[in-house]
């Protein structure tokens, strides 16, 4: 059954331009309000009437929340960073090629010229194709409230579909991404390529050493209530000799960690299915050496 969109409810909406007058105004209405980025969620959740804020915080004046900039072995991107900028960035394909390959399979360019990498995370959609490569790479992300900042690994961050630890009068401020040499791959299975949601993903990143796979990491969306790292397939590369049989029997191990559920666009059978297809895939290309960017 199609969505019934219907006009917009009424609500405040306010427009900072600071930092510190959205965390006033977040401390102020806490769960009446909610954070206006791109809009690519949100506005079809208020039209089918699945959210009903009675304050909008509109971010997007903030110039303090998009940027980009390499920090020590970080790199530093600001939540209001559109999804485009962040893909096109020769700073990201340089460092990071594996979320730039993530996002460029990300709905479609006009969503993606609107939607930005804080929204894509705050979502906690389990399939937010953002998620998977961000948590191979041990991202963090920033958090400021009413009691100051706080840095929290994104491994941690999300709790459940739609829910995360940020608290209602908090505002992500950035990603922390750190810059790693080796090799990545990421993959997505969806109902029509670029513009669906995903109906499994997987990221992976390792290094290939004298023949064997060295700090493999492995992360799953859409699989579970929230997106995930599967330890038991990393736990399985450690120190293995790089061949097809080693990479399939991991492959396999995903099945006993992912936690899937059926939906208009796949049973959970399927998803997990599929879930150790892609992670195949993904291994395949790590020991190959593959970036592509």
Do not use: W
Not at 180 to 201: D, E, P
């Amino acid at each position: 059954m199609e969505a019934e969109y219907r006009p917009l409810p009424r609500f405040e909406y306010f427009v900072p331009s600071s930092l510190g007058e959205i965390v006033a105004l977040l401390k102020e209405h806490h769960d009446g309000a909610r954070l206006l980025a791109g809009g690519t969620d949100l506005l079809l959740n208020m039209k089918t009437r699945t959210v009903l804020p009675a304050v909008i915080i509109d971010l997007n004046r903030i110039a303090e929340l998009s940027f980009m900039q390499v920090i020590g072995k970080n790199l530093h991107i600001g939540a209001m960073t559109r999804l485009n900028d962040v893909e096109g960035a020769s700073i990201v394909r340089e460092k990071i090629p594996l979320l730039a390959e993530a996002i460029r399979s990300l709905a479609s360019r006009s969503i993606r010229n609107r939607a930005t990498i804080g929204g894509n995370l705050c979502n906690a959609s389990p399939a937010a194709d953002s998620a998977p490569p961000l948590l191979t790479l041990d991202a963090s992300v920033k958090l400021q409230g009413p009691d100051g900042e706080r840095i929290v690994a994104l491994s941690d961050f999300f709790i459940g579909p739609g829910q995360s630890v940020r608290q209602a009068d908090e505002v992500l401020t950035e990603v922390i991404v750190p810059c790693k040499q080796g090799s990545s791959a990421f993959v997505k299975l969806g109902r029509r390529k670029g513009f669906a949601l995903s109906i499994v993903s997987a990221a992976a990143f390792g290094m290939i050493r004298d023949g064997k796979f060295e700090d493999v990491r492995v992360a799953l969306g859409a699989v579970a209530p929230t997106p995930m790292r599967s330890r038991k397939v990393e736990e399985s590369l450690g120190g293995a000799q790089v061949k097809q049989e080693a990479i399939e029997k991991a492959a396999e191990l995903v099945k006993e960690e992912v936690n899937p559920l059926t939906d208009v666009r796949a049973s959970a059978a399927y998803r997990r299915e599929m879930a150790a297809v892609v992670t195949k895939r993904v291994l395949e290309r790590v020991a190959m050496g593959e970036e592509k960017c």
